[in-house]
């Protein structure tokens, strides 16, 4: 599955930016990891296709993420931004008929298979 991500940009503390990923096939579950200069990749979210989120505590009332099961699609609304968001955030999918994972397991990397190109958010103070 490749993925194309989308939507990364500039805004000020306290805005809101929305990210995109569209993947060529299906998939059993998306997420949204994010790494920033200097420390390793974080998940921020994920969605499960048959339903059920996970959040980084840090984001946790701030962000949503959704999906688009007709589109293969998956969004991250993002508001309340803080500096310290400041990264590049990566769409990433685990396969079709992978349905089998609990919640938890897919703030893991190793649950994915296929990663996007990344797209830059800044978030300015």
């Known amino acids: 599955v490749q993925l194309q991500a989308s939507g990364g940009g500039f805004v000020q503390a306290g805005g809101s930016l929305r990210l995109s990923c569209a993947a060529s096939?299906?998939?059993?579950?998306m997420a949204w990891f994010r790494q920033a200069a200097g420390k390793e990749r974080e998940a921020v979210a994920a969605v499960r296709w048959r339903g059920g989120t996970v959040y980084a505590d840090s984001v946790k009332g701030r962000f949503t993420i959704a999906r688009d099961n007709a589109e293969n699609s998956v969004y991250l609304q993002m508001d309340g931004l803080r500096p310290e968001d400041t990264a590049i955030y990566y769409c990433?999918?685990?396969?079709?008929?992978?349905?089998?994972?609990?919640?938890?397991?897919?703030?893991?990397?190793?649950?994915?298979?296929?990663w996007g190109q990344g797209t830059l958010v800044t978030v300015s103070s």
């Open positions: 990433a999918a685990r396969d079709a008929g992978r349905y089998g994972i609990i919640l938890s397991q897919l703030r893991v990397q190793d649950a994915y298979e296929s």
């Open positions: 096939g299906r998939t059993s579950a």
